[in-house]
């Protein structure tokens, strides 16, 4: 009988062995892709890895992240796409306009999340917000909206400002859109704009010498990841050595030293991004995902910087603000 049962036990154990834990099938390595037009701030790059992490994708463990940061070169910018998609990636995310125009001609079956851009539907990259079609989703920045209510904080916060420079890149694919909100509102403010264009790092110094000429008493930035943003502590640097109250869109420049920033939270942009990455890699189509637009805004002051300005910012200013330099 003992014998019996022993051969009984036997046999169980093969047949249920092959079904054990020790037999667990390997871990897929899933593999992102990372376009950047210009650099991304470590930061940022930071809270997109812990985005992830919370969702349970590990670097090393079951993720590579691999990123190509084109540093404001088109030519950078191209190959970087070309080698994403020869490796393949799972997702390929596109950081600025530039960088997910070229991938979108890069590829047509890879998926790719837009990590912010200002107009996708203006600029071809989408069929609807609702509706994307293809094999692009992700987020809208509706940076074209922006410049309008940054000027409007700039006025309040410097209400003896009458003549405002305007400091933009004019390749950035939305800066007519942008500069068309802008010239809006400042008609509705009574404030006159000095544009200066730049397309090279280079045209900086003389741009701001223009400022000074012109009589400029505030600034406006609209700031590209593809240039301006890329330098954007020299660009603070010289607001300030130009005696000019500055408003930037992202709060980058204002902990470089620049005065203020009003836009979107990229933190809580990129923690979104890494949820449609999330749902990419468990299945969903980008077709299926609509384009989502920013929750979360942020007005950030430097109140050493109005103090080297000799600026005094007015209390309703204060409260408004998310976050205060001191």
Not at 173 to 184: I, N
């Amino acid at each position: 009988m003992k014998a019996m049962v022993f051969t009984v036990l036997l046999v169980l154990g093969v047949l249920v062995a092959p079904f054990a834990p020790s037999a667990q099938q390997p871990t897929k390595m899933h593999r992102v892709g990372l376009l950047h037009s210009g650099s991304p701030p470590p930061q940022i790059l930071e809270r997109f890895r812990q985005g992830l992490r919370d969702l349970g994708y590990v670097e090393g463990q079951n993720l590579v992240i691999e990123l190509r940061a084109a540093e404001g070169s088109a030519e950078r910018l191209r190959d970087g796409a070309a080698a994403l998609v020869q490796l393949p990636v799972d997702v390929l995310v596109g950081v600025g306009t530039a960088a997910i125009r070229v991938a979108q001609h890069a590829t047509h079956t890879i998926p790719i999340v837009m990590a912010g851009t200002a107009d996708p539907v203006g600029q071809g990259l989408v069929a609807s917000l609702a509706h994307p079609g293809g094999n692009i989703t992700g987020f809208s920045l509706l940076m074209t909206e922006l410049p309008g209510k940054g000027l409007e904080l700039l006025k309040e916060t410097v209400p003896q400002s009458v003549r405002v420079a305007v400091l933009g890149n004019p390749v950035d694919p939305t800066y007519e859109a942008r500069m068309s909100t802008l010239r809006r509102a400042a008609q509705a403010l009574g404030l006159h704009l000095h544009v200066l264009e730049v397309r090279r790092a280079d045209e900086l110094d003389p741009a701001f010498a223009a400022m000074t000429r012109e009589g400029a008493d505030a600034l406006m930035v609209l700031g590209d990841v593809a240039l301006l943003d890329l330098l954007h502590g020299r660009i603070a640097a010289l607001a300030v050595q130009s005696r000019l109250p500055a408003m930037y869109g992202g709060r980058a420049y204002v902990e470089a030293g620049g005065l203020m920033a009003y836009g979107p939270s990229l933190q809580d942009l990129w923690r979104r991004a890494a949820i449609y990455i999330d749902k990419r890699l468990k299945g969903t189509k980008p077709a299926d995902l609509p384009v989502e637009q920013p929750t979360k805004f942020e007005f950030v002051l430097n109140l050493k910087t109005a103090q080297a300005l000799g600026l005094t910012i007015p209390p309703s200013m204060l409260f408004q603000a998310d976050e205060v330099i001191r």
